[in-house]
């Protein structure tokens, strides 16, 4: 699933092509998508780079995981981080202290507005961004970072709307030369490579099962994760990393998906709160592949539990871990590749890329099917009902 089947890059393409109000994505005439951009992307002209010449990146979004990414990216060789932007001013005062102590430079620094992004994309010089800001900001900062002719690894999720996730994929297409990389970590992780390669090479028979879940402490986060306008909702803004994980070792996308969960437990904690807190969903796959996913912030000490586990005909493996079996009993040979720092390997997976020419390693068509699978299992948690992938296709 390395690309879209043909028909779904043609539904995707002429959904971006039409825009919203010929696909349907419209309600009361209003579109529901923010950022999509209509008729044919920008071919932009990347930003030039020497073989020996250090890499110049900006940071957008410096907050937990944004200084996470920073932190990890000073570590790399031949790298100059030469601009940040964050509208949190505290934010922006931690990340430019780190970059000052590690490279003796100070960076720029941008964050007056929520569109002073757009001045640090102004900066010739840059090659490429890494971004890490609330999830409804994720679209629009992609489709201005690639229009600038900048590489890009954006956070998950890709997009908030179908609309928006193929307004992504359409611009990463006319782009092939800029790497545009989603913040999928765990796909650069040689362990879990090699977990999918053994899926393919028959070493667990037909897949049967997917066992998949995520109980997080019963302290949720709050501020714009527990608005769903912002965050997506836990599908989205969390989950989504599990449902690439389903979707890449299927090596296809869903049929449909079934789930419902409760949404009240913390309002009083949390007013205007309007996330999930907890859900069950089950996601059918083609061959009769049948995955079932629970994922809630409920859990006391002693249940925080997270299991990506796939039950084979022949045996079993536990995706990024260190259990493989089989079910006859028979020996079979040991999960080998390192385990490490996943974001380390995410973040020179993406320079690699840049400078070799290759393809991203977490590539914005698995943005795009894991934001359709998100959105297909909120939509059947919150309608209590299933809910298809042909439907997701005629969604925004
Ligand atoms: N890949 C992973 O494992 C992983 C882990 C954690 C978070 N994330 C993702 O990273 C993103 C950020 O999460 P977080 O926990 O760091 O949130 P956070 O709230 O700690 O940080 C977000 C930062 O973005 C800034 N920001 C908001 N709008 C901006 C704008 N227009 N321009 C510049 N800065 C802006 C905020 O001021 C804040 O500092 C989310 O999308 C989240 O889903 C990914």
């Known amino acids: 699933m390395d690309q879209l089947t043909r028909r779904e890059m043609l539904a995707a393409s002429a959904s971006v092509a039409a825009g919203l109000a010929a696909s349907g994505c419209s309600q009361n005439g209003k579109p529901v998508a923010m950022f999509t951009q209509a008729a044919s992307p920008v071919k932009a002209t990347p ?24 932190d990890a990216f000073l570590k790399l060789p031949n790298q100059q981080v030469v601009a940040l932007c964050d509208i949190n001013k505290e934010n922006l005062d931690k990340a430019a202290a780190m970059v000052e102590k590690a490279q003796g430079k100070a ?60 307004a992504c994929l359409a611009a990463a297409e006319a782009n092939k030369d800029l790497v545009v990389q989603v ?67 299927a090596g296809t996308t869903p049929i449909k998906a079934y789930g419902m969960g409760w949404s009240n437990l913390y309002q009083d904690v949390d007013p205007g709160r309007n996330v999930t807190d907890y859900y069950a969903a089950i996601i059918e796959y083609p061959d009769n ?10 859990s006391p000490d002693g249940f925080r539990e997270f299991a990506q586990k796939a039950i084979g005909t022949k045996g079993a493996v536990e995706l990024g871990g260190d259990r493989i079996s089989r ?7 040991p999960l080998k590749s390192p ?21 991203a390693v977490a590539p914005v068509s698995y943005g795009r099917n894991a934001t359709l ?24």
């Open 339 to 359: 385990k490490g720092d996943d974001t380390a390997f995410a973040l020179k997976a993406f320079v690699d890329s840049i400078r070799d020419g290759k393809p």
């Open 47 to 70: 930003v030039p780079l020497g073989p020996d010449e250090p890499l110049k990146v900006g940071f957008i979004g410096i907050g937990g995981r944004g200084r996470g990414l920073l």
């Open 327 to 333: 079910s006859d009993g028979q020996q079979i040979e």
């Open 289 to 298: 592949f049948i995955v079932h996913y629970a994922h809630g912030w409920i």
């Open 183 to 249: 913040g999928f970590q765990w796909m650069a992780s040689p362990r879990f490579q090699e977990c999918i390669e053994r899926i393919r090479r028959g070493d667990i028979g037909r897949l049967v099962e997917g066992r998949f879940f995520r109980h997080n402490g019963s302290s949720p986060l709050i501020g714009w994760f527990s608005d769903r306008a912002k965050s997506g909702d836990w599908m989205l803004e969390q989950a989504c990393h599990e449902y690439n994980i389903m979707n890449w070792v």
């Open 107 to 166: 960076p720029q620094t941008f964050g007056k507005d929520a569109d002073d992004f757009k001045n640090l994309l102004d900066r010739k010089d840059i090659h490429a961004i890494v971004t890490a800001t609330p999830c409804f900001e994720h679209p629009r900062i992609m489709l201005a970072t690639i229009a600038a002719g900048k590489h890009i690894y954006g956070e998950k999720p890709l997009a908030l709307t179908v609309a928006d996730a193929d």
């Open 373 to 396: 699978l998100a959105l297909m299992v909120r939509k059947a948690v919150y309608e209590r009902r299933e809910v298809t992938w042909k439907e997701m296709l005629r969604t925004c």
